[in-house]
């Protein structure tokens, strides 16, 4: 090397080292905050919002001893799971349930941050990676396939594996390719079955329960023929979502199917101008003429009033459709007319439970997903409440020994918390100002979507930030907010809810219900601990152990 490249490479190395004592210590990144306003406002908060327990060590002392001891005592269960209630919060991200929680205690005037959704006091929680096949970040349509079927498939595709691409109608009717549905793994050991969601029963999520198909928007026939990327062979060849939910085995099957979505079951006609189908198919009229066992009685239900009037110890097959598209947000939903989804699980579980064999429910809170993609973080947060209820009542239903029930979501969203808000601070509101343009800025912002715009004093927004359908600031520009790639938590409780711990592919999922409930491919293992219904964790060393620890003590002793 000569001398010349030496002192570029020397003269090089110390003007990166510069960069980085820069970077690692200067003003830009620094942590202390130095405007006496702020501290004196924080310590103001503090006393009026926060516990003074709070500020005890010992209150921590407790608060961490009292947790270790429930670990202690945690008691795994075994045995088999009859029932399973599988919950999905569409798009319910870990920062959806933080401000979730927050949210959600606040309602109680209460601080909220130290709050727990119904699921985050599961004993059993997990990671699940959420990408599809072909993409790093995943829609619903290529993750139900993973958590429904155990398959990863392509972005935009349900119930196929990777081999089928986008708008290949022709590779999605190979038997090879079609992913068989857990919904059938179920059926097939003679549970009940059944799908719930806010969104139409035709939407990606729910459809993963019963479909195969290579373009998720294809939801009934003039879905299909007005797609303009769409070969004409796949109007005649594939049929459309809202069809495979009548005609298929799986779809037909279902015991239970309630959510929005009335429009793609029904022709387009005077008489009922929502209609969207082409082919004159009123395939609702189709479901209830299926011909099932002469003593099985079948309900169709269009509203809340008629749901909570059904006898449902006398009814076997439930088919609810409460809106043409799909269903309303909870906090600007017509109770008159729509269930809310606690409402709509109690029902199901209550058709479900007649089965000697069990039962196998799925329920989506889609609204989640939707208000985030329109940058509505009240909204999204608010459905994420109203599914923690869901899972609630589900949990107050059904016995712990008997019923496993599990939550997650599908993928996250770009939504995040930050800042350096007090405690209490109102987690829909703007409490922070920028340093540098000393403007305020919320504690929940987004990557990208339709709200993005010059940054601007936030303050203008004071009178509209209460409003449901606020719209929080985003930074990218886009038609549409963009799901998140990062992984999504699982949340477990009930017999097996200890396999749901760890990070793992979003496709073992349904190969841990199957196996907790003894059906599809998890029947075909090995049944440990077969003879007991729940064991205690052991946390200190077995009477071997210790033994074995002794003598080598010992040893070691004499040896010196």
Not at 113 to 126: A, D, I
Not at 225 to 231: Q, R, S, V, Y
Not at 311 to 324: E, I, Q, R
Request: proline share 4%; aromatic share 8%.
């Amino acid at each position: 090397m000569q001398p010349n490249s030496v002192s570029c490479v020397f003269a090089l190395s110390i003007a990166t080292a510069l960069i980085l004592v820069t970077t690692t210590n200067g003003i830009e990144i620094g942590h202390t905050d130095k405007n006496v306003e702020n501290i004196v406002a924080r310590k103001q908060a503090s006393k009026e919002n926060i516990n003074p327990g709070e500020n005890d060590k010992q209150f921590w002392n407790n608060v961490g001893n009292d947790l270790l001891r429930s670990k202690l005592n945690l008691e795994r269960k075994y045995g088999v799971a009859k029932n399973v209630i599988f919950f999905i919060g569409d798009g319910m991200s870990i920062a959806t349930l933080t401000s979730a929680r927050i949210y959600m205690g606040q309602q109680e005037n209460k601080t909220g941050e130290n709050e727990m959704l119904s699921f985050e006091k599961f004993p059993f929680t997990g990671l699940s990676k959420t990408y599809c096949v072909d993409s790093q970040v995943a829609d619903s349509a290529c993750t139900a396939t993973a958590y429904l079927m155990g398959v990863k498939g392509n972005i935009e595709t349900i119930g196929v594996s990777g081999a089928v691409s986008n708008r290949d109608c022709l590779a999605s009717n190979d038997p090879a390719n079609q992913a068989v549905s857990s919904m059938m793994w179920a059926q097939k050991a003679g549970k009940r079955t059944g799908v719930i969601s806010n969104m139409r029963v035709t939407h990606a999520t729910p459809a993963g329960a019963y479909a195969n198909v290579a373009q998720r928007d294809w939801e009934c026939d003039a879905d299909v023929i007005t797609d303009k990327l769409a070969e004409k062979r796949c109007v005649t060849d594939s049929p459309d979502i809202a069809r495979q939910l009548i005609e298929r085995e799986t779809g037909r099957n279902l015991n239970v199917v309630m959510g929005g979505g009335r429009a793609k079951f029904l022709p387009k006609t005077d008489e009922n101008p929502q209609g969207q189908r082409q082919d004159g198919r009123d395939l609702i009229n189709e479901w209830l003429k299926i011909n099932r066992s002469s003593q099985a009685s079948s309900a169709y239900v269009t509203d809340r009033s008629q749901l909570k009037s059904l006898n449902t110890s006398k009814t076997d097959y439930l088919l609810g459709l409460f809106a043409p598209s799909h269903m309303s947000y909870n906090l600007l939903a017509n109770r008159s007319v729509e269930p809310t989804l606690v409402e709509m699980t109690e029902a199901a579980i209550e058709v479900l439970s007649k089965g000697d064999a069990g039962y196998y429910l799925f329920v989506e809170g889609g609204l989640i997903d939707w208000a985030h993609h329109s940058n509505m973080a009240r909204l999204a947060v608010d459905e994420t409440v109203m599914l923690s209820r869901a899972v609630a009542r589900a949990r107050e239903l059904t016995s712990p020994d008997d019923t496993l029930i599990v939550v997650t979501s599908d993928h996250s969203h770009t939504m995040t918390m930050n800042g350096y808000p007090h405690r209490g601070s109102d987690i829909l509101g703007h409490p922070e100002k920028s340093s540098v343009d000393k403007m305020p800025y919320s504690t929940l912002s987004y990557a990208n979507g339709p709200s993005a715009k010059e940054r601007y004093n936030l303050t203008i927004d004071d009178e509209n930030i209460s409003l449901p359908q606020y719209q929080f600031p985003s930074m990218v520009n886009l038609s549409w907010e963009t799901h998140g790639g990062e992984d999504v938590g699982v949340f477990a409780s009930g017999p097996w809810a200890h396999l749901f711990v760890g990070n793992y592919e979003q496709n073992f999922i349904p190969y841990a219900i199957s196996y907790a409930a003894n059906m599809g491919p998890g029947a075909e293992h090995e049944r440990k601990h077969a003879n007991s219904s729940s064991t205690k964790i052991s946390v200190g060393p077995s009477l071997l152990q210790s033994v074995l620890l002794a003598t080598f003590t010992a040893l070691i002793g004499l040896l010196l």
